[in-house]
C-alpha cells in the first residue's frame, strides 16, 4: 500500500492553507507530520480522508484517485481526527457496532471486528460506559478503534496523542508501534516530538503550507545539524575551558549548561579525537566526552519560523 | 430464492440503530413518554370521575344528553397527541442533527460508505418510529373512547392519519432545519418562528379533528369532495415533503459531490407534476386557482434559485467533472442540472421563462371567450407583476455575478448572493433616504413609480405602472445578460469531461 501526495494545494478564500507540497509514505512505516499550528497538517489529513476536495493535485492510495473514488479511499483509510467523540447517550460498545454497520459489516463478521477492536485498544472493560463519561485516553482509544473496525491500510492520525496523560501516551505509542507492525501505513501528526522520534520511520515538516524536510529521522537529523554536537565534562576549571574552546577553530556556540560545556564541531570525526588529545595535553582532567544527538524537537526549532497563514 | 437470501441479509439502517438506542437511554424521550402516559391516564381518569358525578353515576345521558363522552375524551386526547407528535418529536431530531454537525461528527459519517441519503433516511426513520410509539401508547386509551359512545371509527383513523402525515412533514422539516449551514444561533433564530408555525399546524389540526369529530367523515368517504381535498393536501404535503428530504441529503453531501443535481430533477419534476395537475383542474373544473397557485409558487422558488445559483460558484470538483457526459446532447442537458453557477442560473431561468410564457399564452387564450367560460378571469396585474419580479431577481443576480466576478475574484461565491442582494437593498433604500433627508418623504411617494426597486412593485398605487415595471426590468436584465455573456460562453467551454493530468510521481520517503 502505498499513498502519494501529488502537488496537493489547497486554498481556503484568500488563504493557502496547503502549497502545492507533494510527499509519498508506504505500508509497515510510521511518518511523522510535523509543523506548527495553522501548518497545514489538518488541512492535508483530511485531504487524504476525502473530507476536503483538494483546489488542485491530487493524492493517490495504491494509484487511486481520492478525489476520482472517495469511496474507495474511505474504504482503506481510518481517519482519527483531533476532535473526540462527543455522542450523547452511545456506550462505547454501540458506538463501535454503529461504525460497523456503517461500514457494511453485517452478520458474525461485523461482531468479530467490533471485538477485535475493543481488544486490540484495550477497551474491553469499559464497553458499558458512556463515551461521554470516559477520560480523554479512553476517548482516543475508542476513536482509534473506529478507525480500525474497517481494518484499513492506511491509517491517518490527527495529534492522537493531545491531552494525554504520559502513560496513555505510551500506550498509544505502543499500539502505533504493533499497528506499523500489521503492515498498516501510518501519517500522524503530533506535537510531542520526542516521541515521533522513538517511532516515526520518517517525517515530514511543514510551515505555511509547504514541505521544509521530508525524509527519514536520521537523514533529517544529519541534514539539519552539519556539525558534530559534542559535550565535555571536566573535574575542575570548567571556565578555562570554556575559554579554551571559544579559542578553538572550528568549534562554534560553546556554552556551559549545568557545569557541563556543549558545543559543535566543524570537519571529520578526527577532529574530535584531536581536540579530546589536545584538551588532555593541557592538563584538563577531562570526565566525559561524547556526541549529543539532536532530537526531532532540536529539528523542528532549526528549520521552522513558526509562522501561521 | 435470491429475494429471500436479499430479505435474510437485510439490515436495519445502521443510523436508525444508533438513534433508537440513543432514544431508549435519553431521559427526553422517556420523560417525555412517562409524561405523556400520565397526562392521557390522568385526563380521561378525571373526565370519566367528571362526567360521572355530573350523571349522577350513570355514564349514560352525559355529555349533554348527547351519549357522546367517547367522543369529547376523543377531543381531548387529539390535541395532546398532535402537540407531542407536531412538536416534541421534530425538536428531539433536530436537536440531535444539529449537535452532531456542529460537533463535526457527520464529518465522520462522511468517511464511512454510508451515504448522505442513508444518514437523512436514519433520523427520519427514527423520528417515525418515535411518533409510531407514542402513537401505541395512545392506542390503549383510543380504543377505550370507542367502547364509550359517539365516535366512529373511520373518523378516529382518518384524524390520527392526518396528524400521523402532518408529524412526517414536520419532522423532515426539522431535519432540513438542523441541516442548514448555519451557526447554532442563526438555526434557533430561523427554528423560533417554524415553531410558532407549528403550533398553528396543532391548532389547524385540532381544528380540522373536531369539525370530522362532530360532523363524522364516515358518510363523506364515499364523495368527490373529501377525496379530491385530502388528495390535494396528501400532494402538495408530499411534494414538500420530497423538497426538504432532497434539500436535507444535498446540504450534507460532500461539497465535491453533484449535490444540486438532485434538487433541480426535484423542483423540475413537481413544477411538472404541479402544473400538470393545476391545468387538469382548470380543464375538469374551469378552476383557474390552482394554475396561479402553481405559478406563484413555481416564481417563489425560481426567485430562491436564482439567489442560491449565483451563490455557487464555477469550480467544480474533479467528481463532477467526470461525470460530464461526452455526448454533446447529454452534456447540454447536464448543463442545465449539474454543479455550478452558470447551470444553475440558465436553469432557473429557463424555468421561470417557460413558466410564463406559458401564463401569457393561457392569458391571450382567455382573451377569446368563445373558449373559455365567461367567469375565468386571468388578471393581468398579477402576470405583469409576476414577471416583472422574475425579470428584476434575474438582472440583480446578473449584476452580484458581474459585480463579484469582476471586482472581488479573491473572495468566495457567496459574496455574488450577497451582491445580488445588495443592489435591491440599495436601490430601494438609497432613493427614499434621500426623500427623507430632504423631508419629502411620505407614503405616497413610496407609492409612486420607482423604476429599479423590485419592491415598489408590490406597493405601486397605481398599477398602470406595472406596465412600465415590467419593461424597465426586462432591459435590466438583458443588459445585465449582454454584460455577463462572456462568462456565460466561458462556463459552457469549460463544462466538459475531466482528462486526468499526468502528474509526476512524487519520491517516496527513504525508509530505515
Request: a positive charge.
Amino acid at each position: 500500500m502505498k499513498v502519494q501526495v501529488q502537488a496537493l494545494h489547497k486554498r481556503f478564500a484568500r488563504t493557502v492553507a496547503v502549497d502545492t507540497i507533494s510527499f509519498s509514505f508506504d505500508s509497515g512505516h510510521v511518518f511523522g507530520f510535523v509543523g506548527p499550528n495553522g501548518a497545514g497538517k489538518t488541512t492535508t489529513m483530511r485531504v487524504i480522508a476525502t473530507l476536503e476536495e483538494p483546489t488542485s493535485g491530487d493524492v493517490l492510495i495504491n494509484g487511486v484517485s481520492v478525489r476520482e473514488e472517495p469511496e474507495y479511499a474511505r474504504r482503506t483509510v481510518g481517519y482519527v481526527p483531533d476532535s473526540l467523540p462527543a455522542h450523547a447517550d452511545v456506550t462505547v460498545h454501540e458506538y463501535l457496532d454503529f461504525f460497523a454497520r456503517a461500514y457494511g459489516l453485517r452478520g458474525s463478521a461485523r461482531g468479530d471486528a467490533v471485538r477485535a477492536v475493543e481488544e486490540f485498544t484495550g477497551v474491553t472493560t469499559i464497553l458499558d460506559k458512556q463515551i461521554k463519561a470516559l477520560s480523554k485516553g479512553m476517548k482516543q482509544r475508542v476513536t482509534l478503534g473506529r478507525a480500525l473496525i474497517p481494518n484499513p491500510d492506511v491509517l491517518i492520525l490527527d495529534e492522537p496523542a493531545a491531552g494525554l496523560d504520559p502513560r496513555a501516551r505510551v500506550e498509544l505509542r505502543e499500539l502505533l508501534i504493533l499497528l506499523a507492525q500489521q503492515k498498516k501505513a501510518i501519517l500522524i501528526s503530533s506535537h510531542i516530538l520526542t516521541e515521533l522520534t522513538e517511532i516515526c520511520n520518517g517525517v515530514v515538516i511543514i510551515e505555511r503550507g509547504k514541505i521544509l524536510e521530508t525524509g527519514t529521522i536520521d537523514d533529517v537529523l544529519k541534514k539539519s545539524t552539519p556539525h558534530r554536537a559534542l559535550c565535555v565534562r571536566v573535574l575542575d576549571r570548567q571556565h578555562d575551558l570554556l575559554k579554551e574552546l571559544l579559542q578553538t577553530p572550528n568549534v562554534v556556540g560553546a556554552r556551559e549548561v549545568n557545569g557541563e560545556v556543549y558545543f559543535e564541531l566543524e570537519g571529520e570525526e578526527a577532529r574530535s579525537s584531536e581536540l579530546l588529545g589536545g584538551l588532555v595535553a593541557k592538563g584538563f582532567k577531562v570526565a566525559e566526552f561524547r556526541q549529543t544527538k539532536a532530537n526531532l524537537e532540536d529539528i523542528f526549532m532549526n528549520v521552522t519560523k513558526g509562522g501561521v497563514q | 430464492m435470491a429475494a429471500l437470501a436479499r430479505l435474510r441479509a437485510w439490515e436495519l439502517n445502521p443510523v436508525v440503530v444508533k438513534e433508537l438506542r440513543q432514544a431508549v437511554r435519553s431521559w427526553a424521550v422517556t420523560g417525555m413518554l412517562l409524561l405523556f402516559l400520565a397526562v392521557l391516564f390522568f385526563t380521561m381518569l378525571g373526565m370519566l370521575v367528571g362526567y360521572s358525578v355530573m350523571a349522577g353515576g350513570s355514564l349514560a345521558g352525559v355529555s349533554g344528553g348527547r351519549q357522546a363522552l367517547g367522543r369529547d375524551i376523543v377531543q381531548v386526547f387529539l390535541p395532546i397527541l398532535t402537540f407531542m407528535s407536531l412538536l416534541f418529536i421534530p425538536l428531539y431530531v433536530a436537536v440531535r442533527l444539529a449537535a452532531e454537525r456542529s460537533e463535526h461528527n457527520v464529518d465522520l459519517l462522511y468517511i464511512t460508505t454510508l451515504s448522505p441519503a442513508r444518514i437523512i433516511r436514519g433520523k427520519l426513520m427514527c423520528g417515525i418510529y418515535l411518533t409510531v410509539l407514542f402513537f401505541s401508547v395512545c392506542m390503549p386509551f383510543l380504543v377505550f373512547t370507542n367502547l364509550l359512545r359517539g365516535v366512529d371509527l373511520p373518523t378516529i383513523f382518518i384524524a390520527l392519519s392526518a396528524v400521523f402525515l402532518a408529524d412526517v412533514l414536520a419532522i423532515q422539516a426539522a431535519i432540513f432545519l438542523a441541516c442548514l449551514p448555519a451557526t447554532r444561533g442563526f438555526k434557533i433564530l430561523i427554528a423560533l418562528p417554524v415553531i410558532g408555525f407549528g403550533i398553528s399546524c396543532v391548532v389547524g389540526l385540532t381544528g380540522m379533528s373536531f369539525f370530522m369529530l362532530q360532523s363524522g367523515v364516515g358518510s363523506r368517504l364515499g364523495s368527490w369532495s373529501f377525496w379530491g381535498d385530502a388528495l390535494t393536501a396528501v400532494l402538495l404535503g408530499g411534494l414538500t415533503f420530497g423538497l426538504l428530504h432532497v434539500a436535507s441529503i444535498a446540504m450534507i453531501s460532500p461539497a465535491s459531490s453533484n449535490r444540486t443535481m438532485p434538487v433541480r430533477v426535484y423542483i423540475t419534476a413537481s413544477w411538472f407534476i404541479g402544473g400538470a395537475t393545476a391545468l387538469g383542474w382548470f380543464i375538469v373544473k374551469g378552476w383557474i386557482d390552482p394554475i396561479e397557485a402553481w405559478m406563484a409558487i413555481t416564481m417563489v422558488f425560481v426567485v430562491l434559485m436564482l439567489l442560491l445559483g449565483v451563490s455557487e460558484g464555477d469550480e467544480r470538483s474533479v467528481r463532477v467533472a467526470r461525470a460530464i457526459p461526452t455526448h454533446p446532447a447529454r452534456r447540454w442537458i447536464a448543463f442545465f442540472f449539474y454543479n455550478g453557477s452558470a447551470g444553475g442560473l440558465a436553469w432557473a431561468t429557463l424555468l421561470g421563462a417557460v413558466t410564463l410564457g406559458f401564463m401569457w399564452l393561457l392569458s391571450e387564450w382567455f382573451n377569446d371567450r368563445s373558449i373559455t367560460p365567461a367567469t375565468v378571469v386571468m388578471p393581468l396585474d398579477f402576470l405583469q407583476s409576476s414577471t416583472a419580479v422574475f425579470a428584476y431577481t434575474l438582472a440583480y443576480c446578473l449584476a452580484g455575478l458581474f459585480l463579484h466576478r469582476r471586482f472581488f475574484p479573491q473572495r468566495g461565491p457567496m459574496m455574488a448572493g450577497l451582491l445580488a442582494m445588495l443592489v435591491p437593498a440599495l436601490w430601494a433604500v438609497l432613493p427614499n433616504l434621500a426623500l427623507f433627508f430632504m423631508n419629502k418623504l411620505t407614503w405616497d411617494t413610496l407609492q409612486q413609480r420607482q423604476l429599479g426597486s423590485v419592491f415598489n412593485v408590490f406597493a405601486l398605487k397605481d398599477t398602470a405602472h406595472l406596465s412600465h415595471h415590467l419593461a424597465f426590468s426586462l432591459c435590466f436584465a438583458l443588459l445585465m445578460a449582454a454584460v455577463n455573456v462572456p462568462w456565460f460562453l466561458k462556463q459552457v467551454r469549460a463544462f466538459k469531461t475531466y482528462v486526468r493530468p499526468e502528474n509526476p510521481a512524487p519520491p517516496p520517503l527513504p525508509v530505515k
